[in-house]
Structure formats: C-alpha cells, structure tokens
C-alpha cells in the first residue's frame, strides 16, 4: 500500500476531534484511536468519508 509518509503525517479524522490516523497496512484501513473508526484504503487512496468507515468495537 503506497500512501507517503508525508501524506499520512498530515490526515486527520474528519469528524469534529480531527485526531491523527495510524494505517494498519494488512487491512488496508487508516485508524482513528479517538473514535474507533476504520477507514478504508482504496487504490492507494483514502477514503476519508464518515459513511464509509467502520466503527471497530460493537
């Protein structure tokens, strides 16, 4: 998965507390410890939409 460092040292997580995201390279998906969501890595690019993201604990 291609995403540049540089990239990823600047993405937030787009709901209201803008944490950082950490990426978990086997399951393609960028990671906000704040909200618990999931968003995922598509073609190398993220896809940062609420709607599309996952919440990681029931």
Excluded: K, W, Y
């Excluded at 540049?4 to 600047?10: E, G, Q, S, V």
């Excluded at 410890?33 to 896809?47: K, N």
């Amino acid at each position: 998965m291609g995403i540049d460092p540089a990239l990823l040292a600047i993405l937030a997580c787009p709901d209201t507390h803008h944490s950082p995201l950490t990426l978990d390279v086997e399951a393609a998906e960028l990671l906000c410890s704040t909200c618990d969501r999931a968003f995922p890595v598509r073609d190398g690019i993220p896809v940062l939409l609420l709607d599309e993201a996952r919440h990681r604990t029931p």
